[in-house]
């Protein structure tokens, strides 16, 4: 068998290992599957009812960061056309009344930019193709916008800065004024003409527009004002809403004798009124616990009135996703894990309710509807299949000829899915909790798994039956690694009614979260599904403050993930964005008004007692939860326990993680930590070994038949080694061989093909014995170069030989090199780095000498006497910095000089 085609079976053997590794990884679930996952969402209906537009978002890992774009997708056959790119964001679509145009808002660059002006800016596109184009140049940017008619867009910005900001400015004065309502400058509405982008300011109000909607005629605008920088916090001066005309500007508020909290707005088909959606709380200060609820204002009449939804629970989800119909409107109802699709007709001054039925109707999350009332598109998930939009027909209240119309996460086919169940048990007071089981992908029937709970924040958040992956919440790769994982929807959850929502209330707050969520772990215990030793929490948020709450009251938790919770109430209070109207709402009182209940209430004063490893996420802009409160739960572990805990700070992030990177250290560094403390697969990782890198292809290599290593550069096989003249001194082109060595030491064994391998192992003194053997055979002098004569051959050699950089694929420090060194050891042999002389690049210019700076060390003579190793090894990294060589016993070798000896220059 000749070497050529021994290196082609090891290829060929090589490429067919790493293809089956691929195909075996292909169906697993990776931390990129759930990171950089697509969405969709914002469908608008073409008034033609042929086409919708929409925008797909997804995160990006070269920005770093999440980017969206615009598409176009046919609703009468299979068609798709992406209609923007690029790493900018794209959203807020809005066709023209003619369905000419489409309008958006994007952070795409202007073209000339204006000098300080916003990167959010509104602009047009043509749907059948071409490039988008800018109608703003906003300081500020355009916070909203809807079509006026096909010529004039309404929209809504905050003026340009006053001089008092450009002072400052100027001044490079970035001091604030926290709640500063005198400097910040109004919202507005404002009118815009397409052709000529001339801008008209319509209002002239003092406060801050945050919403907006414009009637099917063009003729009126309803908004939603914030009237006080600081009702987040406090809920005191709660917004308002005015009806705009938009011919003069007069402006006229509503529902001024009522205490409401606003959120969507929807026109009736007919531009007589309009409907509202409103939070509801039986509390007379706070809205923090709240159902939500729909209101019709009548312009005839200038009369409101709350629409009877016939339904105890309220809309679902953020504004109940109500569109309106021609007869009345659609809304999705708040029905625990899932959403009930409902349609509304108006007889009157009353509306009839009938439940909307047909494909997919338990597991529709969010909707868009025609002009017609019949073109109907909506995305469908359940806890265990993944999201996707469907076009349809709304035929009355049924749903007919559903077809799929995404086509989102294509590289998820072919991956397992797990099983899930809707689960019930009784929790506090003996009400019924609801929550929602996932299975182990590997689940059979008989035997115990561990257990993790992921615990939604809010607390009124909901844990749905939809599909949802997230770095806070990376259900199915918990599920991969054999886990079940329990959403509990607990008192206080969001989509269960007001008594639900609002029990945990004034100073009720942990008390039945925490025994809905024991009696949930208790339930699946007595199931016989869980393995009552193998427990673990985690959370975000709210979920966070649960995890702590729960492993300070119990030991029976064996890991927990806690990020951005809350430890401790009193410094809580004023240091976050809605202090008062949290805290003076779940807890009954501020923290100045009665501190021992505070303390009380403080998981902080426990965390002594932890015994459940920890690992704890804050982010440093986060003004949700302060970043202090992951400090303090840090130091107490750290301080107070020799419970294992470790802590990340994310630079720059908010409450929520925003970048890429970010994302990816706190998933992975969870998986790690759960595989350590939970499920007891936890590997050490080498943080020195670089995939991809020469060492890995080798130790890939490994595992299959070894064929043979007998590659490289054939180096002449003369039983005296060659000499060239290189850097006035008569110096070994190559260094001795093991073939070459072997002659001199008949005891001196090596591997069959390896005979142009360096000689290795070599000890100085048997090095000085070959080079006297060599002399004695040959009548000449050959010896061990002196290290004045040679030093500056061998420090001019740094470069790509064959040593540790080589190999890790990087300049590797000494701590790298010692980690790099336990993935070295796995390789077969006593030196398995070791490559033919000459395979790698020689040096000189008329005559090439090669090694000087890697494969073995080899031995000079120092100003003592002594042996000293010069030049590069295999084993070692090729660092300047290095005081002296250092090369394991097997990667030290040998080469010659020829001619009298120089004497060292110390000497």
């Known amino acids: 068998m000749n070497r050529a085609w021994k290196i082609g079976v090891v290829a060929l053997a090589l490429v067919c290992f790493t293809w089956s590794l691929a195909a075996e990884k292909k169906s697993e679930w990776t931390v990129?599957?759930?990171?950089?996952?697509?969405?969709?969402?914002?469908?608008?209906?073409?008034?033609?009812?042929?086409?919708?537009?929409?925008?797909?978002?997804?995160?990006?890992?070269?920005?770093?960061?999440?980017?969206?774009?615009?598409?176009?997708?046919?609703?009468?056959?299979?068609?798709?056309?992406?209609?923007?790119?690029?790493?900018?964001?794209?959203?807020?679509?809005?066709?023209?009344?003619?369905?000419?145009?489409?309008?958006?808002?994007?952070?795409?660059?202007?073209?000339?930019?204006?000098?300080?002006?916003?990167?959010?800016?509104?602009?047009?596109?043509?749907?059948?193709?071409?490039?988008?184009?800018?109608?703003?140049?906003?300081?500020?940017?355009?916070?909203?916008?809807?079509?006026?008619?096909k010529d004039t867009i309404v929209f809504i910005a905050q003026e340009d800065a006053t001089l008092y900001e450009r002072n400052l400015k100027k001044e490079k004065d970035t001091s604030r004024v926290i709640d500063d309502e005198q400097h910040e400058p109004p919202v507005r509405i404002?009118?815009?003409?397409?052709?000529?982008?001339?801008?008209?300011?319509?209002?002239?109000?003092?406060?801050?527009?945050?919403?907006?909607?414009?009637?099917?005629?063009?003729?009126?605008?309803?908004?939603?004002?914030?009237?006080?920088l600081h009702f987040v916090f406090d809920h005191k001066v709660p917004p308002v809403v005015f009806l705009t005309n938009l011919e003069s500007g007069e402006m006229k508020q509503i529902?001024?004798?009522?205490?409401?909290?606003?959120?969507?707005?929807?026109?009736?088909?007919?531009?007589?009124?309009?409907?509202?959606?409103?939070?509801?709380?039986?509390?007379?200060?706070?809205?923090?616990?709240?159902?939500?609820?729909?209101?019709?204002?009548?312009?005839?009449?200038?009369?409101?009135?709350?629409?009877?939804?016939?339904?105890?629970?309220?809309?679902?989800g953020f504004g109940g996703s109500v569109r309106t119909t021609e007869d009345g409107f659609l809304a999705l109802m708040a029905d625990g894990v899932r959403f009930r699709p409902a349609r509304y007709t108006k007889n009157g001054g009353s509306w009839t309710m009938a439940v909307v039925t047909g494909e997919h109707e338990k597991n529709i999350f969010s909707w868009a509807l025609g002009k017609d009332g019949r073109t109907l598109v909506y995305n469908h998930s359940t806890a265990s299949q993944?999201?996707?939009?469907?076009?349809?027909?709304?035929?009355?209240?049924?749903?007919?000829?559903?077809?799929?119309?995404?086509?989102?996460?294509?590289?998820?086919?072919?991956?397992?899915?797990?099983?899930?169940?809707?689960?019930?048990?009784?929790?506090?007071?003996?009400?019924?909790?609801?929550?929602?089981?996932h299975y182990p992908l590997n689940y059979e029937e008989g035997k115990k798994y561990p257990l993790m709970l992921s615990i939604h924040g809010g607390p009124s958040g909901t844990d749905l039956d939809a599909w949802s992956q997230s770095y806070s919440t990376p259900k199915i790769l918990l599920a991969q690694r054999g886990a079940f994982v329990l959403k509990v929807n607990y008192h206080g959850s969001g989509n269960y009614g007001l008594e639900w929502v609002e029990s945990i209330c004034c100073g009720n707050y942990y008390d039945l979260e925490r025994v809905d969520i024991e009696n949930g772990v208790?339930?699946?215990?007595?199931?016989?599904?869980?393995?009552?030793?193998?427990?673990?929490?985690?959370?975000?948020?709210?979920?966070?403050?649960?995890?702590?709450?729960?492993?300070?009251?119990?030991?029976?938790?064996?890991?927990?993930?806690?990020?951005?919770?809350?430890?401790?109430?009193?410094?809580?209070?004023?240091?976050?964005?809605?202090?008062?109207?949290?805290?003076?709402?779940?807890?009954?009182?501020?923290?100045?008004?009665?501190?021992?209940?505070?303390?009380k209430k403080s998981p902080y004063f426990r965390l002594k007692d932890v015994t459940t490893p920890t690992i704890i996420y804050t982010g440093t802009e986060d003004v949700n939860v302060p970043p202090s409160q992951s400090w303090s739960h840090f130091r107490v572990m750290q301080q107070a326990t020799e419970t294992p805990v470790k802590f990340l700070v994310f630079p720059g992030e908010p409450h929520g993680l925003r970048k890429y990177q970010h994302q990816k250290r706190k998933l992975e560094e969870d998986l790690a930590w759960f595989d350590r403390y939970l499920f007891g697969t936890y590997k050490e990782p080498n943080e020195a070994f670089k995939e991809g890198s020469p060492l890995d292809v080798a130790l890939k290599s490994a595992r299959i038949q070894k064929i043979g290593n007998n590659y490289g550069v054939q180096v002449r096989k003369k039983l005296v080694p060659e000499v060239v003249e290189h850097k006035d001194a008569l110096i070994g082109r190559f260094e001795v061989t093991r073939a070459?060595?072997?002659?001199?030491?008949?005891?001196?064994?090596?591997?069959?093909?390896?005979?142009?391998?360096?000689?290795?192992?070599?000890?100085?003194?048997?090095?000085?014995?070959?080079?006297?053997?060599?002399?004695?055979?040959?009548?000449?002098?050959?010896?061990?170069?002196?290290?004045?004569?040679?030093?500056?051959?061998?420090?001019?050699?740094?470069g790509n030989e064959n040593t540790l950089d080589h190999w890790a694929g990087y300049a590797p420090n000494p701590d790298d090199a010692e980690q790099l060194a336990k993935k070295i050891a796995k390789l077969e042999g006593d030196a398995p780095?070791?490559?033919?002389?000459?395979?790698?690049?020689?040096?000189?210019?008329?005559?090439?000498?090669?090694?000087?700076?890697?494969?073995?060390?080899?031995?000079?003579?120092?100003?003592?006497?002594?042996?000293?190793?010069?030049?590069?090894?295999?084993?070692?990294?090729?660092?300047?910095?290095?005081?002296?060589?250092?090369?394991?016993?097997?990667y030290r070798g040998l080469r010659v000089v020829r001619g009298e000896a120089i004497k060292n220059e110390d000497e």
Not at 283 to 312: C, K, R
Not at 869 to 882: E, T, Y
Request: proline fraction near 4%.
């Open 32 to 149: 990129e599957d759930v990171l950089l996952a697509e969405s969709a969402g914002q469908f608008r209906v073409s008034p033609d009812g042929q086409w919708a537009v929409w925008v797909k978002t997804r995160m990006d890992k070269d920005k770093g960061g999440r980017i969206s774009n615009l598409f176009l997708s046919s609703l009468t056959e299979k068609e798709e056309i992406q209609l923007t790119r690029g790493t900018d964001t794209y959203r807020s679509p809005r066709w023209s009344p003619d369905g000419r145009l489409i309008a958006f808002l994007s952070s795409r660059p202007l073209p000339k930019k204006k000098e300080g002006a916003s990167r959010t800016q509104l602009w047009l596109i043509n749907p059948q193709g071409g490039e988008p184009w800018y109608l703003t140049e906003f300081e500020r940017g355009i916070r909203g916008f809807e079509w006026k008619d």
């Open 190 to 228: 404002f009118l815009l003409k397409v052709k000529n982008k001339k801008v008209t300011r319509v209002t002239e109000n003092d406060d801050w527009i945050q919403g907006l909607a414009v009637s099917p005629d063009g003729q009126w605008a309803v908004t939603r004002h914030e009237r006080s």
């Open 255 to 316: 529902a001024a004798d009522r205490r409401l909290l606003v959120r969507g707005l929807e026109w009736a088909k007919d531009s007589n009124g309009f409907y509202f959606t409103s939070e509801y709380s039986s509390d007379p200060h706070y809205f923090t616990a709240s159902i939500e609820l729909l209101y019709y204002y009548d312009l005839a009449s200038g009369e409101m009135q709350q629409v009877n939804l016939q339904w105890e629970n309220g809309l679902g």
């Open 386 to 437: 993944p999201t996707q939009w469907y076009r349809a027909q709304l035929n009355g209240t049924t749903i007919e000829n559903a077809e799929q119309l995404t086509g989102l996460n294509p590289n998820f086919k072919g991956k397992p899915l797990y099983r899930t169940e809707i689960v019930h048990w009784k929790g506090a007071r003996d009400d019924k909790v609801e929550g929602v089981l």
């Open 522 to 599: 208790d339930y699946l215990i007595e199931r016989g599904l869980v393995d009552p030793d193998k427990l673990g929490t985690m959370g975000w948020s709210n979920g966070a403050i649960l995890t702590t709450e729960l492993i300070t009251r119990s030991r029976r938790y064996k890991v927990a993930s806690a990020g951005a919770g809350d430890v401790e109430w009193i410094s809580d209070w004023g240091n976050v964005i809605f202090g008062a109207s949290f805290d003076n709402y779940y807890f009954g009182m501020a923290p100045y008004e009665n501190p021992e209940f505070y303390i």
């Open 740 to 798: 070459q060595y072997a002659a001199f030491d008949r005891k001196y064994r090596f591997d069959a093909g390896t005979e142009n391998f360096p000689a290795n192992g070599i000890s100085f003194e048997q090095a000085q014995a070959y080079a006297a053997w060599l002399s004695q055979l040959t009548g000449e002098t050959y010896r061990i170069p002196n290290e004045g004569e040679v030093r500056a051959i061998y420090e001019s050699t740094r």
């Open 833 to 890: 780095l070791l490559r033919a002389a000459g395979q790698f690049k020689g040096r000189g210019t008329e005559e090439l000498v090669f090694d000087l700076g890697g494969n073995v060390a080899e031995w000079c003579i120092g100003a003592d006497g002594s042996g000293m190793l010069m030049g590069g090894s295999a084993d070692q990294p090729a660092d300047p910095k290095n005081r002296r060589v250092e090369a394991g016993e097997a």
